[in-house]
């Protein structure tokens, strides 16, 4: 029973590090992955109204053959997770199992389905089936460059982060500096901070959807100035991420050929 | 008194080097930040008509208190400053503290409010007290990313000056250009020098709001040219940054672990 | 007669390492890539109506003039191609050789001019023409830098894949969020999840046309999230770029004087 | 006579690299400077109408006083031109120092003013007294960094050179498969492959001005693809001056402290 639960386990817990992938472990995997990618493009035609609507049955019937495996899925995980030493008491570990979020939303992707028999329409979470495709990411020949991305911006995080502080801090300041220009010209467009924050977002990013923009000279000479800081608020995250993966190609070498002291041989720990 | 001064003027003017925090000055640093954070919450929040309207006079008192505790702190770090020795004499040393920026800042931010009493209306100066903001930024744990930051910045100010300088004289060329493209096809759009700037602004930075753009075939293929180029000219900072964060990581690696062979202690050049 | 056919099959197929440039090899290169771009420029040229129609004579005769010269050459390839170790079968060789990308674009470009006498109208295949265009960048004075670049390309190519597929997956579940939150207020512009993905395309290039853009408050606040993160996956390929042409760079300069010490011959360890 | 003429030489000629800067040069530096941004100025603020209109006597009177200068100052600089050992010849020097760019720029600053009496309205040319704000650049602080900036450029300028040329190649291709998808769809935004150029530059650039964009849905796809393609693109020169900065910054220290072998002592020439 143990093994059969040991072996389950291996099977549905996608085992990314495991050198010993089983043929049947390797059909499972891209089964279910299949469904995933075919279930998010079900979701994504289904939303064309022509298509959704002529062929309803069709993704009615694929919902609920979905939903079944996904649902036996998820039982059989709980079932079996207590094979892993990390959630090994039969209560307490499934529940922990549970909370992990890669479960929840494993487990939001389908709830909705059943709560609707109960009246209660909570369909727009299926969207979260799409988060499922992240562990598509996971998977496949581009998990290495993925890895060195992943480490790379975790790395990096904190710079990353306080960029975003400091772009928050820009935008509430450039929203407020705009609303007061821009609020008895367009008393629509910039009708609040708030408002006048989403022009500042389309600046900062240099998107310009051109919905709102300054039309008065001072909200033009201002906007210009915040447009112009921007460039080096938007240059900041190239710049960090390039010279994080710089240090990290580095790293990799220093790994591979160790340095050596030219003076007596021996190996030298950086 | 002079100690209980010192030790208030430890209090008033967060002490970021410090190592010796003790508990009263983390509550009042939190309690402060918290102020000001609400306070610019709320200048967001009441610039929303239909919240600003109705919840007048939640926001008329919560205005009072706050200019009541700004004024205080204001008083009290003007007494207290005389303890720094940079501003330690009576009377010179407060009129010293009290023009740097951050201060004049501080003052900026609750004055308006008593100028209206003497029907002077400079409440739009109220949004300087956004830039205490900033201040914000010093503190909390993205305080070594945001150091490491303006650490680049700095080192590479007169590079990036230089960048803005290129931009700006390229800025006035390109819009005499566009002016003298476009003016007769569009006196509206590009009236004048001043305003094909402003065409020259959203498209160096690439924003394109579409407000302005060239319509005769002239001004376009000109424009094009102008845009490319601007591929260019946007590109530098993020190499220049690039290039400086990599630097600093290089200077701190080479700060930790000085280049000395572990085993025979000699020094090696990278 | 073989050695006639080895010396048109080096001329035919440009040869791009060999230095023994003929002068007659020199002169049919730089004839065919004028025919090229002339060829290039006739399409561009004769799409504007007002030229294509008052010009159309002129546009045939030189049509006519080209495939007769592509026709030539595509015949004489495929018969001088077994000059090429590679393509030395007299008929599995040719296949092979006719099957190449190149050769299959070199087809198209002039097939479709026969196929309209059958009736069956393929011209928009002429644009496949511009392809030829890329061979272009493999001549010239360029040559080095294209060389390098699309060395650094392919270096990083998993790299660049792997963001390609984040960014797939980013605006699969961007466009479904978007599309649950606007749908509603704008049933045209977020008329299906597809229709939604335009606006992510839109915004995660930064381009926004301004076509189309969330109205709703809360569309507008996730919009929001998403075109920053846009930011932060707009950054990576320049870093992972930036990286590569340094990689790059370290790589030929180690190459080109090899870490030995001039004085006394032995290697550094660098 | 010959000296005078030296000293004239090095007044009129800025002499960047001279330590020995009088206090007549600085002066006659700096009137200069400031003529030319005042001049610029004038161009751009007349340009406005209220003002260009009611003051019109004033700009009259300047331009009058401007070109005098600028006339005097040309007169002298090919006078005294032949003080350099480039440009000895009496004849042949100054008519090769007539022909240098920046001289002949001089000249179209002010010739239009004279024309102008021949009935020959060329003062459109005007505008190419902007160019005279190029010298500015040279000058001052920043002039380091500049020359920092110029190198990188001068240094990468075969590989920009390449990335403009792929980007030319690709815009080219892009318009004309825009072209065929939209022309039926939009006759008149797509109105010739030309046209559709318009379109590829505001997406390259990520510009996105918003007049042009593609409606039908194959044109939304490829469109997508392009975008897309052209955020790779886009990297490339942020790449290139990235890395460019990195090893220029390397050179400049391996210059100051040049590289010693650790076996033998002796500095290696790299």
Request: include cysteine; glycine fraction near 6%; charged fraction near 15%.
């Amino acid at each position: 029973m143990n093994h059969a639960r040991s072996r389950i386990w291996e099977l549905v817990e996608v085992s990314y590090d495991s050198d010993s992938h089983s043929p049947v472990l390797d059909w499972y995997d891209t089964g279910m992955m299949a469904l995933i990618l075919l279930n998010v493009l079900a979701v994504v035609i289904a939303s064309v109204e022509e298509i959704g609507g002529r062929f309803a049955w069709f993704f009615s019937a694929f919902e609920v053959f979905s939903v079944a495996i996904f649902t036996v899925e998820y039982i059989v995980k709980l079932w079996a997770c207590t094979a892993d030493a990390r959630y090994a008491h039969p209560v307490l570990g499934r529940v922990k199992y549970a909370l992990t979020p890669m479960v929840i939303i494993d487990l939001l992707a389908f709830l909705p389905f059943y709560l609707w028999f109960f009246m209660i329409d909570l369909r727009f979470l299926r969207a979260l089936r799409l988060f499922r495709l992240l562990r598509v990411l996971k998977l496949g020949r581009y998990s290495q460059s993925l890895a060195l991305m992943a480490h790379v911006f975790r790395r990096k995080r904190s710079d990353l982060m306080a960029v975003a502080l400091v772009l928050l801090v820009m935008l509430v300041i450039a929203a407020s500096i705009m609303y007061y220009a821009e609020h008895e010209a367009q008393p629509e467009a910039f009708s609040s901070i708030p408002a006048a924050m989403w022009w500042g977002v389309a600046t900062f990013t240099t998107i310009g959807y051109g919905d709102v923009y300054p039309i008065t000279p001072l909200g033009r000479v201002l906007g210009s100035f915040i447009a112009i800081l921007g460039i080096g608020i938007f240059a900041l995250p190239a710049g960090i991420l390039a010279s994080g993966f710089s240090e990290e190609h580095e790293r990799m070498r220093n790994e591979c050929n160790r340095n050596v002291c030219p003076q007596c041989g021996q190996a030298i720990d950086e």
